[in-house]
């Protein structure tokens, strides 16, 4: 294979300041002041002890290869390296060691949308960047249009971009990253923001930007999408590669890595519990079959999740949804308790009440589930959301696969009813 992006010991030290000496480069401050208004709020930066002086490696020795076509997503947890990566491969940052090697045209979409200036208007920004990437302004004035159009912009591009939206940013970022036929394009986390329409949007365009055989480095939290875009995943951890490959593999241990099962929550502290004026949440659990909280089951086996809630204002309605989300992150089912025989629709004296909502078995497929409830009152009109309060695993039944072994995939995997006839044949049947 002859490599179109080559990484070959690649180190990146920091320094942390009381001046926080986050920026190395003009560009970055740029990129920085911009980056501002879409920081989604995670525990990676600033989680650090920031002793004056002291220095950490966000990178630490990677190495790896790209070759020509290949679409790579880069997974990890907050603050493993993944954006310093992609920013050291798009020269927004030095390396303190080590070298890349690029045979190409690259253009980058980071947390940002790097490379664009505020005070000029989208028009404009169009241009600049594809000057940057080499290209003539007459070839610019013909992908122009598709630009315009794919970011949905028509009526904003003599804008200043400073004055777009977030997702008005993003929009123009990736078209502009997409559609300017860079050999390689670099994005981090674009997903990330932009509504659904347009998340979709994006990944219809990345694979098509693949399929003319271009090479795409892909940062996202998205495992769905890593899993289904990706020809190969590298999972990054305190700055050094731990994996790397397959992308279905790769993603399942970075997701199977340092989770803990947690059958219940209990908030033992009634005046910290997460709620409203009006109630508060006071537990969460699974049971199984048997009633042991628990957080292993069988996927033939049916569970309940009981939601327990104190009534803090007598006469309210009060009822309780469940929401459940797969390991790909992807939102499996909600319920929610009004259709609940004793107690719906009541008016709820003081107290302590349990909403448990019952699961069949052999509904859901193997693997692990993420549970988050709402409590909710008066017709819905008041509601507390609580995310990820338990989780659970579920172990493959053998009775559930019969004689099949193979791969099952799905989001839900029910026992469906099948027959089979024989239509033509020595044993046709003529009923
Ligand atoms: N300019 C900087 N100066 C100092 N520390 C930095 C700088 N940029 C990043 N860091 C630190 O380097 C580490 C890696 O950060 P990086 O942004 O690459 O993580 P990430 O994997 O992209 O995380 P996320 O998933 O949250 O986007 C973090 O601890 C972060 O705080
Ligand atoms: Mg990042």
Redesign the pocket.
């Known amino acids: 294979m002859t490599a179109i992006i080559r990484v070959e010991d690649l180190s990146k030290q920091?320094?942390?300041g009381a001046d926080n000496?986050?920026?190395?480069t003009l560009r970055?401050v740029l990129t920085d002041a911009l980056r501002a208004p879409f920081r989604r709020a995670?525990n990676?930066?600033?989680s650090?002890p920031a002793g004056a002086g002291e220095t950490f490696w966000?990178l630490k020795d990677v190495s790896f290869e790209v070759a020509p076509g290949e679409i790579v997503g880069i997974v990890?947890?907050?603050?493993?390296?993944?954006?310093?990566?992609l920013k050291v491969l798009s020269r927004i940052t030095q390396p303190t060691k080590g070298r890349v090697q690029i045979y190409g045209t690259s253009a980058s979409l980071l947390?940002v949308g790097t490379g664009f200036h505020p005070e000029l208007t989208g028009r404009e920004n169009i241009f600049l960047n594809g000057a940057m990437l080499g290209m003539k302004r007459a070839e610019i004035a013909r992908k122009f249009d598709e630009i315009v159009a794919f970011a949905e912009l028509d009526k904003f591009i003599d804008t200043p971009v400073k004055r777009y939206s977030s997702g008005m940013y993003v929009r123009l970022a990736f078209a502009v990253a997409a559609h300017l036929e860079p050999d390689i394009l670099i994005i981090d986390?674009v997903l990330a923001v932009g509504d659904a329409a347009f998340q979709k949007k994006c990944l219809g365009k990345i694979s098509a930007v693949a399929l003319q055989g271009r090479t795409v480095l892909f940062?996202s939290?998205n495992m769905v999408a890593v899993k289904s875009l990706c020809t190969r995943a590298i999972l990054?951890q305190i700055g050094s590669v731990v994996e790397e490959g397959d992308p279905a593999r790769v993603v399942n241990h970075y997701l199977g890595a340092g989770r803990v099962s947690r059958a219940e929550t209990i908030w033992a502290d009634p005046m910290h519990a997460p709620g409203t004026p009006a109630f508060r949440l006071r537990s969460v659990r699974i049971r199984n079959d048997a009633g042991e909280v628990t957080s292993e089951l069988s996927t033939h086996e049916s569970f309940r999740v009981e939601v327990e809630y104190e009534n803090l204002s007598a006469g309210s309605a009060l009822g309780a949804t469940v929401l459940l989300y797969n390991s790909d992150g992807v939102h499996v089912l909600s319920s929610l308790s009004n259709r609940e025989a004793h107690w719906h629709g009541r008016a709820f004296p003081k107290g302590l009440f349990r909403s448990t909502c019952h699961f069949p078995g052999n509904l859901l497929p193997e693997g692990r589930f993420d549970v988050s409830v709402l409590v909710w009152a008066n017709n819905y009109s008041i509601s507390h959301r609580e995310d990820y309060v338990v989780e659970f695993e579920l172990h493959e039944s053998i009775d559930a696969r019969a004689d099949y072994f193979g791969d099952w995939s799905g989001v839900v995997r029910p026992l469906l009813d099948w027959e089979t006839q024989c239509l033509e044949g020595p044993e046709t049947h003529s009923d």
């Open positions: 920091y320094r942390l000496t986050y920026r190395d970055e995670h990676g930066k600033g650090r966000a990890g947890r907050n603050g493993a390296g993944k954006s310093t990566l947390e986390e940062v939290h990054l």
